[in-house]
C-alpha cells in the first residue's frame, strides 16, 4: 500500500564494514541475529521492539544456522571446538540459560546443516585432512551427537526435506595413495547419510555435482534426490536419481548441459532445464521414472 519499510539498526558501530557481517531473520519475522567475522560476539536484535542484546561467544564463530520455527540458533566454533545454542527470546529477557554449550571435540567440525523441522543437524569440516561428519539431536537435553567416518572431504551437507536421509558433497582432490584409495580421493562424487542408522554410502561420478533437490512422496517422507552433473567438456550430461530408501542410483544421460532443476508437485514431475538455442527441458516422473525430453519450444530460437 505504499508504506515506506521501517529500518532498524543491526549495529551500534557507524565503521563496521557491511561485508565482513552475516544477518539472518527469522521465518516469523522476530528476531534477526548478526554475526561479525571479526568479532566473539553475537548480536541478537528484537525487530518488533527494536532492542539489541549482545551474546559474548567462547570464540569466533565459524559457522551460524537458525533451527527453523524455534528463535534459536546453532553456532559453530571450530578452534574451540564447542557449539553453542542460543536462545533468542531468553537473551532478551537476560536469562541466564539463554546460551547452551556444547562440547564437541572429536567431532572436529567447523560447519553445521540443520534439518527444516529443526530437530537434527549434521556437522562437518571442510579442512582437507577431515573425513568424518556429526548428528547431533537437537532435541534432546545436551544436544548429544554420534560421529561417523566418510571416505572423502565433505564440501557441503544438504538434509532432505523429512529429515531423514542426506547427502554430503565431495570434490576430486589428488591422490595421496595408491590402489583404490587413491581412486577414490581422485573422484568426484557423493555420500548418501541415513541420519537414524548412520548408514553411508559413497557414489563416486565422472562429472562434479552442481544443483540437487529433494522429492518427498506425497504423504511427506523421503523419496528422492536428485543431482545435476553437467560435463564440462559438453560429452556427457546427466542427472543421478537416488532412491533414499535404498540408496540405489540410476543415471539419466542429458542431451544438453544442465542448467537448472525443480519439483511440479500438481504433476509430481522433476524438469531439468538445459542449455540449447531453441529451448530444452527435460522431464522425469518421480514415481515410475518416465523421461521425456522437450526441444523447441522456445518461439524465435534462431532469429537475432
Not at 558501530?13 to 531473520?25: A, C, G, I, M, N
Not at 568424518?132 to 551427537?145: F, I, K, N, Q, T
Not at 566418510?150 to 542426506?166: L, N, T
Amino acid at each position: 500500500d505504499g508504506t515506506i519499510a521501517h529500518t532498524v539498526p543491526v549495529t551500534v558501530d557507524p565503521l563496521e564494514k557491511p561485508e565482513d557481517r552475516e544477518v539472518f531473520v527469522t521465518r516469523d519475522g522476530a528476531y534477526a541475529v548478526v554475526r561479525d567475522i571479526h568479532t566473539v560476539d553475537l548480536r541478537i536484535v528484537d525487530l518488533k521492539d527494536e532492542v539489541m542484546s549482545v551474546v559474548t561467544l567462547n570464540g569466533l564463530p565459524t559457522d551460524l544456522d537458525l533451527v527453523p520455527g524455534m528463535n534459536r540458533c546453532l553456532v559453530i566454533m571450530r578452534e574451540q571446538e564447542v557449539a553453542a545454542m542460543v536462545d533468542f527470546k531468553r537473551v532478551a529477557n537476560g536469562e541466564e540459560d539463554a546460551v547452551v554449550q556444547v562440547d564437541l571435540v572429536g567431532s572436529y567440525a567447523g560447519a553445521a546443516a540443520v534439518s527444516a523441522a529443526g530437530d537434527r543437524a549434521v556437522l562437518y569440516s571442510t579442512a582437507d585432512e577431515m573425513k568424518s561428519v556429526a548428528v547431533m539431536d537437537l532435541e534432546a537435553e545436551g544436544y548429544p551427537w554420534v560421529t561417523y567416518p566418510v571416505q572423502k572431504v565433505v564440501k557441503g551437507v544438504a538434509i532432505s526435506g523429512a529429515g531423514q536421509k542426506a547427502v554430503l558433497l565431495h570434490e576430486a582432490t589428488a591422490p595421496t595413495e595408491a590402489g583404490l584409495g587413491g581412486v577414490v580421493e581422485a573422484s568426484e562424487g557423493y555420500t548418501l547419510l541415513d541420519l537414524d542408522t548412520g548408514y553411508r554410502k559413497l557414489v563416486t561420478t565422472d562429472q562434479r555435482w552442481s544443483l540437487f533437490l529433494f522429492v518427498q512422496e506425497a504423504g511427506g517422507a523421503d523419496h528422492q534426490a536428485y543431482i545435476l552433473l553437467p560435463d564440462p567438456s559438453g560429452v556427457s550430461h546427466g542427472v543421478d536419481v537416488v532412491n533414499l530408501n535404498t540408496f540405489l542410483v540410476e543415471t539419466v544421460n542429458l542431451y544438453s548441459e544442465p542448467n537448472s532443476l525443480l519439483f511440479v508437485p500438481s504433476s509430481r514431475k522433476v524438469a531439468i532445464a538445459q542449455e540449447h538455442t531453441n529451448g530444452r527441458i527435460t522431464f522425469i516422473d518421480a514415481d515410475d521414472g518416465t523421461v521425456e525430453t522437450k526441444t523447441g519450444f522456445e518461439l524465435n530460437g534462431l532469429i537475432h
